[in-house]
């Protein structure tokens, strides 16, 4: 089993920044590929970044990159997602999640392959 707890949303204006955390427990082999999530209302779930745990990859989605860099340490079991230059748009809940096999370029954006999901913590930019 995979426990994943998020944190570090909240609200900020136009252009600030936050740091979001995932703390992950339990089963390692189970989240060998862990990624963030975002949903705004009347919108689809959207991938916005992924990491292999063990190997050299990162990926993002073309609407953060450049300005949101994924990280982990494997210290502290912990994920990150630093974002800035928010937007408006960045709005939404955001979601870890983990997976076992590792991430792949084209397909670590569908939700279905991941199987370990946090409870979301939510993040509102104002403009």
């Known amino acids: 089993q995979v426990q994943l707890v998020e944190s570090g949303g909240g609200s900020v204006q136009a252009g600030g920044s936050l740091r979001l955390s995932c703390v992950a427990s339990g089963a390692p082999y189970m989240r060998n590929c862990m990624a963030w999530f975002r949903q705004a209302p009347g919108k689809e779930r959207e991938g916005v970044a992924a990491?292999?745990?063990?190997?050299?990859?990162?990926y993002y989605a073309d609407s953060v990159k450049g300005r949101f860099t994924i990280s982990q340490d494997n210290a502290k079991d912990t994920l990150y997602l630093e974002m800035n230059s928010l937007k408006p748009e960045d709005t939404a809940a955001y979601y870890c999640?983990?997976?076992?096999?590792?991430?792949?370029?084209?397909?670590?954006?569908?939700?279905?392959?991941?199987?370990?999901w946090g409870q979301g913590t939510q993040v509102t930019v104002s403009s």
């Open positions: 999640a983990a997976t076992s096999p590792n991430c792949a370029g084209d397909k670590w954006v569908y939700f279905q392959r991941y199987t370990s």
């Open positions: 990491i292999n745990v063990h190997h050299i990859g990162t």
